[in-house]
């Protein structure tokens, strides 16, 4: 019963009353709680409500059973059994009627989806074990708590999708979940994107086992149910959209992307729970746009469970350990193995090779090796050296489809998508027998790659035979803009199809190609790739946004020194990520042939810190040692970042002895989230060594109070030359506040500090101390987020007063609030006040609050820049601001307003402010509810002869189509006016 009641659903069925059997209800009501002596409800309470009001406060002052035992004998009372009647029929009915349905399905659609007997589907027993896996799915390893949002990554074929299906088939069996699920959802986004728009009500109904399915029932509960939402990279959405084009109504229609971001974001139905799965590459893009509470990873096929399957497809032991030594000394290609799909075409492939009399080692040699023996050897017959035509043409369509496919997010094909591309009915039967094709998961009418890999390659084949000009569709692009696209991560769901690229213009593959095609390649396609990688080292915000990673694996997978070396000495700035061995060995590869090197980031994660055995982690050090040569081989580097990496005592030694070489000394160090499981005395020795270092950045590492000492030693060495020290978010204590102090006094080159996202409250005071003292140089400190407490304004006053050097202060997401603002702006005041940058970010700031900071903006001339975003200003704020920023003696360049809960009311005191004041520079509006009429006023302004604003803080996409091409009018218009579009 408590599945189905809630003030909604009773609502619900109080609608059905005429407006006389409803007063009849009221008055048994009243009788009912004399009688059965309920708890007594306001009669005067009960007489005016509607019906609505009437469901809450039976909510409000009954339990659930109770509450409906009342209802149902009011119906009987008043002659209205057939709602009672319906009422239980549906709390009883409506789930136990779903599971039965989603358990049919299930048995009988997916089996046919992974080609798996109905018969043998049914026949599954679930384990304890398995069933206990799925219930902590949604139980938090750290706190042990109910979770509400959980990410299942994994690569493309790994067996997300085959889980689901057997958590679904679990619950439908009443094994798991039962007293925390009453309906789960499953929505597969290659399925659901197909409908362009929708609503979630009609996804559910799509579900339900009869047209009409009852939504406000299965709604009245939202934390009793769970969606599943898989294959996220199939949707194509990156969760960006602002805030008002998501929707709150479960009845709107909306585009399937703003739908889905409106459930993932939590504007949708916030109370119900979400399984989410996506490749690895999807959620390293949008996991910081989701509010997930656990993350879980699936590996597919462990060591033992490879080698079992490699060995399990040869007769012969003797070849098969062969097979088996040959794929386990290419790391990539066991690597790849560990997806089931992929596993059996390395096997499959190697097998086809040993019968034919085929190198073994050259199929090994690369991941694109063994694709592209498998591939040929398809439209190969095996007792002929060459293909016939029809399976050169039959390959070439293919390839001229799946390069459409990549590029328009198409993975499903229809018939007639075939027939197009010239693959007709035979075809399609051969093509599904050589298991290169398969019937599409959501669709009998529908075909897709055996392999969303299969498909990259073979659109990777197709950029080697043909050019993007030669293909029919226009959203076919130049292999230029497919190098870009890749490296830059563009496009998330593409895997391999830069690499394939590359690892296609070995002289070997390129070989195969020419035999098989039955002519000779063209070489443009090398010398295209090695002039972007020219365009990138030029360019330095190509070099930031390409991906290190995914050059060297492009690199490696060509396997051409000479390339390589030229390559890499194009690189100026490398940044990369390495989750595993792999990535190690290939990182390996591609640094030894750097020497140009002058900025380097890089992340290892735990790779150096997992205990593993001696002969693995020898291998590893190996890897590690190469890859930390690039810090001596190149020694111009003058930015080093090492973020989210942990390393175990050996791992640190190699790093340490490469940091050390007198040729490695960066003015730059960032160390970001690291954990050194070793003797921090070494680390502190490596910055007291290096003079030339004016930048250190450790935040988010760890730092105990004799590492704070440590680290403040160095300071007091006369040869220090760190004019910026950040230890945001560094587990620093109050205590630690003493120690930078006496640096503050005592440094001569120390210009900016961040200490922000600490707990240091009490030892403020200490800072504020030394920050007063005559000898301290600082300009910038930073203390946003630092638990900091009314009497710190008071300290921080007397800093505003006193220091002389001090030019920017950033205390923003304190509970400054209007009170200790009033105390500030009393310092900032004085005609000698010398602060020329205010971040009071998220201070609880009200419109109120506007008044103080009005007075210093009127009378303080060496303010240059305040930044108030998310603070309530208002519109009223504003006002007081404008006012005083257009006095003469306000020489404000800089006003930040995000998300100060503005309207277009506003806009005429600001385009006024636009054309008075001679200094202002750049305003921010983001996140502002601005409508047409307001954003034109400023527009307007913005052409006035004596505005200067040159920067307006909105961005376009906020906005309807129509205010879109407006703004983007305004700014063609005005040659002075940058309107950020991509903040």
Not at 483 to 490: C, D, E, Q
Not at 506 to 531: A, D, W
Not at 613 to 627: A, G
Not at 813 to 829: H, R
Request: hydrophobic fraction near 40%.
């Amino acid at each position: 019963m408590a599945s189905f009641f809630s003030d909604y659903g009773l609502m619900w069925y109080l609608e059905e009353l005429n407006k006389k059997e409803f007063m009849k209800f009221k008055e048994v009501l009243k009788q009912e709680i004399i009688q059965y002596g309920l708890k007594q409800i306001p009669w005067t309470e009960v007489k005016k409500a509607s019906r609505e009001n009437l469901a809450n406060l039976l909510v409000k002052y009954y339990d659930e059973k109770k509450a409906w035992d009342v209802t149902f004998r009011i119906f009987q009372n008043i002659n209205r059994n057939d709602l009672s009647e319906r009422a239980a029929r549906e709390i009883a009915g409506h789930s136990k009627i779903y599971q039965a349905h989603l358990k049919n399905k299930l048995t009988e659609d997916w089996s046919r989806k992974f080609n798996i007997p109905t018969q043998d589907f049914l026949k599954q027993k679930f384990t304890q074990d398995e069933c206990n896996r799925f219930e902590l799915l949604f139980v938090s390893k750290v706190t042990e708590r109910k979770t509400h949002t959980v990410l299942l990554k994994g690569v493309a074929g790994i067996g997300k999708t085959l889980m689901l299906a057997k958590l679904m088939l679990a619950w439908s069996e009443g094994l798991v979940f039962q007293n925390k699920f009453s309906y789960i959802f499953y929505l597969c986004c290659q399925d659901v994107k197909q409908l362009k728009t929708t609503s979630l009500a009609e996804l559910i109904s799509r579900e339900w086992p009869s047209p009409s399915a009852p939504i406000v029932e299965i709604l009245s509960q939202p934390e009793k149910l769970l969606f599943i939402v898989d294959s996220l990279e199939g949707l194509n959405c990156d969760l960006t959209e602002p805030e008002w084009k998501l929707c709150d109504n479960w009845v709107e229609k909306r585009p399937v992307n703003i739908l889905l971001s409106s459930l993932l974001r939590r504007k949708l139905l916030p109370e119900a729970s979400l399984l989410l799965t996506a490749t690895p590459e999807t959620f390293d893009k949008l996991e910081d746009r989701i509010d997930y509470t656990e993350m879980k990873i699936m590996m597919g096929f462990d060591e033992s469970s490879r080698k079992m399957y490699i060995r399990g497809v040869f007769q012969d032991k003797t070849r098969a350990q062969e097979v088996l030594r040959l794929v386990r000394a290419n790391e990539q290609v066991f690597s790849i193995c560990q997806v089931p799909l992929l596993c059996w075409v390395v096997a499959t492939c190697l097998k086809n090779e040993v019968e034919k009399g085929g190198d073994l080692v050259s199929v090994c040699r690369r991941t694109t090796s063994v694709y592209t023996a498998y591939i040929l050897n398809l439209f190969t017959p095996r007792s002929a050296q060459y293909p016939s035509q029809k399976s050169r043409e039959l390959l070439q369509s293919l390839c001229f489809l799946a390069a459409e496919g990549v590029w328009t997010d198409k993975f499903a094909f229809s018939e007639e998508d075939l027939r197009k591309g010239g693959i007709l009915s035979d075809d399609i039967s051969a093509l599904l027998d050589i298991r290169l094709l398969l019937k599409s998961r959501e669709s009998k009418l529908f075909y897709t790659f055996f392999h969303p890999s299969i498909q990259e390659f073979c659109a990777a084949v197709f950029y080697l035979v043909k050019s993007h000009g030669d293909h029919p569709s226009k959203d076919v692009r130049s292999v230029k803009a497919l190098l870009f696209t890749f490296l830059k991560k563009v496009k998330v769901q593409w895997i391999f199809v830069g690499c394939f690229i590359f690892g296609l213009l070995h002289k070997s593959e390129q070989e195969k190609l020419e035999v098989f095609f039955g002519h000779q390649l063209s070489q443009e396609v090398k010398q295209t790739l090695y002039q972007c990688l020219e365009t990138i080292s030029v360019n330095e915000d190509l070099q930031e946004e390409v991906d290190g990673m995914k050059l060297f694996y492009c690199l490696y997978e060509m396997e051409d020194d000479v390339f390589t070396m030229q390559a890499m000495s194009l690189m100026q700035h490398i940044k990369f990520v390495a989750k595993d061995y792999s990535d190690l060995i290939v990182a390996a590869y591609c640094l030894k042939y750097c020497s140009t090197l002058r900025k380097l980031s890089f992340s290892t994660q735990d790779i150096l810190q997992h205990e593993q055995e001696c002969s693995y982690m020898e291998k590893l050090l190996v890897c590690w040692q190469e890859v930390c040569s690039v810090l001596v081989r190149s020694n111009h580097i003058n930015e080093l970042q090492v973020k989210d990496t942990n390393l175990d005592e050996s791992s640190f030694l190699v790093l340490y002895n490469h940091l050390k070489h007198p040729s490695c000394a960066p003015q730059v160090l960032e160390v970001n989230n690291v954990s050194f499981l070793c003797d921090n005395h070494l680390f502190f020795d490596l910055l007291t060594h290096n003079h030339n270092l004016q930048y250190l950045n450790l935040s988010l590492t760890f730092l105990s109070h004799s590492d704070v000492k440590l680290l403040c030693d160095i300071f007091s060495q006369t040869e220090c030359n760190i004019e910026k020290l950040l230890v945001a978010a560094c587990e620093l204590s109050p205590d630690d506040c003493k120690i930078f102090a006496s640096v503050l006094i005592s440094s001569k080159t120390l210009r900016h500090l961040n200490i922000a996202s600490n707990n240091l409250d009490k030892g403020i005071y200490s800072v504020c101390k030394a920050l007063c003292h005559p000898d301290c140089v600082l300009k910038d400190l930073v203390l946003a987020n630092c638990s900091l407490s009314e009497p710190c304004w008071d300290y921080l006053s007397d800093v505003l007063r006193r220091n002389k050097t001090l030019s920017h202060l950033d205390i923003g997401t304190n509970d400054l609030k209007d009170e200790g603002l009033k105390i500030l702006c009393e310092a900032l005041s004085l005609p000698d006040s010398v602060l020329k940058s205010l971040c009071l970010r998220c201070c609880l700031i009200t419109s109120s609050g506007c008044q103080h900071l009005a007075e210093v903006l009127s009378s303080n001339q060496n303010l240059r820049c305040l930044q108030l975003a998310h603070n309530k200003i208002e519109d009223t704020g504003v006002k007081i601001l404008c006012d005083a920023i257009k006095q003469p003696n306000c020489r404000l360049e800089n006003l930040g307003l995000e998300a100060c809960k503005l309207t277009s009311a506003c806009c005429e005191d600001l385009a006024s402010t636009f054309t008075q004041n001679k200094a202002l520079w750049g305003v921010n509006l983001l996140q502002n509810a601005l409508d047409r009429s307001g954003l034109a006023l400023l527009c307007e302004a913005l052409k006035d002869h004596n505005c200067t604003l040159h920067v307006l803080g909105l961005r376009i996409t906020d906005y309807d189509k129509e205010t879109q091409e407006f703004l983007i009018a305004e700014e063609e218009k005005n040659p002075y006016l940058t309107i950020l579009s991509s903040i």
